[in-house]
């Protein structure tokens, strides 16, 4: 599985981005998404996770509320809509694919199996 990301970009606080996570391959709808990002001088931190089927989410408290991820599992496609953004989510964003047979949602980075490169936030005030 490859995983490319995008949609990041610079953007006013309060104002709205939407990531694209783009994967290849044939075992995306049987797999977890997820985001994670990483600022600056700061350790990888979770954001968001959905299942295999998109039926459950789970986000980090930081910014529950303000965020949300889905999938399009016919275009292998995961989506991270980010509204009201904040200077502190300034970070490099990235998505991930879980483990092949790892269904429960996870914030811990060792469930996932493939990353993609990252993409930039940068949220000015």
């Known amino acids: 599985v490859q995983l490319q990301a995008s949609g990041g970009g610079l953007v006013q606080a309060g104002g709205s981005l939407r990531l694209s996570c783009i994967a290849s391959?044939?075992?995306?709808?049987?797999?977890?998404m997820a985001w994670f990002r990483q600022a600056p001088g700061k350790e990888r931190e979770f954001v968001a996770a959905?299942?295999?089927?998109?039926?459950?989410?789970y986000l980090a408290g930081s910014v529950k509320g303000r965020f949300s991820i889905s999938r399009d599992n016919a275009e292998n496609t995961a989506f991270l809509q980010m509204s009201r953004l904040e200077p502190e989510d300034t970070a490099v964003y990235y998505c991930?694919?879980?483990?092949?047979?790892?269904?429960?949602?996870?914030?811990?980075?060792?469930?996932?199996?493939?990353w993609g490169q990252g993409t930039q936030v940068t949220v000015s005030s």
């Open positions: 991930a694919a879980g483990r092949r047979g790892h269904y429960s949602l996870s914030y811990d980075p060792r469930a996932y199996e493939y």
């Open positions: 391959g044939r075992t995306f709808n049987s797999r977890l």
């Open positions: 959905i299942t295999d089927n998109g039926g459950s989410t």
